[in-house]
């Protein structure tokens, strides 16, 4: 039984990745069949793998239809963002105060690893490297409720937080953001750092407008799919 749980858990970790990275755009299907298949593994790790994805929100599971990628309202996402710049804002407050310095030197390493991908342009080196840096502050919170609610969100909008650093200019300020976090949390600054991180994952005002553009231009590539 356990066997067949972890295989569920690395089928769901694969499908994560290939929403996250655009493989599998909002709405396309997942045939438990073609899993079955791609994957060589039975029914049941998939079903249990498909299962964990719809309890988080990545897949929907239709009558008659089977599973698909899920597909989030706009307003729905917004919302999602305004609670995830909280968690993080939250989460910097306390690392503020509780960091030690060997998490303030691995933080301060995330970043020059974000600033090598942004100086190659590497927009999709500088997503993974920019993730492991926010989970840095996660970590560093020493709150493992807040940390597990913020890494479940953080999942959740990975696809989109994505689609926003392939916006012209938004690594570019990604990465200035990202020293303002640095700075406040080696500083101690509990406030500044919940400003920096809330600032930093907000969506609004043209930030609101390029979310919108990528959204629809990923909407027209999956009608032509």
């Known amino acids: 039984m356990s066997n067949k749980l972890t295989r569920a858990d690395q089928l769901r970790e694969s499908i994560e990745e290939d929403i996250a990275t655009g493989a599998l755009l909002p709405g396309a299907p997942l045939d438990e069949a073609e899993l079955t298949a791609r994957f060589q593994m039975s029914r ?5 793998a498909l299962l964990q994805l719809e309890a988080a929100g990545m897949v929907e599971m239709r009558p008659r239809h089977g599973a698909v990628v899920a597909k989030i309202s706009l307003d729905r996402l917004v919302e999602m963002f305004e609670v995830m710049a909280e968690l993080e804002a ?7 105060r ?3 310095p060997e998490q303030i030197e691995a933080l ?3 970043h020059f690893a974000c600033q090598a991908a942004h100086d190659a342009g590497d927009t999709d080196g500088y997503y ?3 993730e492991r840096f926010h989970c840095l502050i996660y970590e560093a919170s020493h709150n493992t409720y807040l940390r597990d609610q913020a890494k479940a969100l953080h999942k959740l909008l990975r696809p989109y937080r994505r689609l926003q650093l ?3 200019g938004r690594m570019n300020e990604s ?5 303002a976090v640095v700075d406040a949390l080696a ?3 509990g406030d500044a750092a919940a400003a920096a991180l809330r600032g930093h994952i907000v969506v609004q005002g043209e930030r609101f407008g390029d979310l919108i553009a990528a959204l629809a231009q990923v909407q027209a590539q999956a009608n032509v799919g």
């Open 187 to 189: 500083g101690g600054d």
């Open 44 to 48: 049941t790790p998939v079903r249990e």
């Open 90 to 96: 939250m989460c910097g407050r306390l690392a503020a």
């Open 175 to 179: 990465f200035g953001e990202h020293q």
């Open 128 to 130: 993974h490297l920019n």
């Open 166 to 168: 392939r916006v012209k």
């Open 98 to 100: 509780r960091m030690s």
């Open 108 to 110: 301060r390493a995330s």
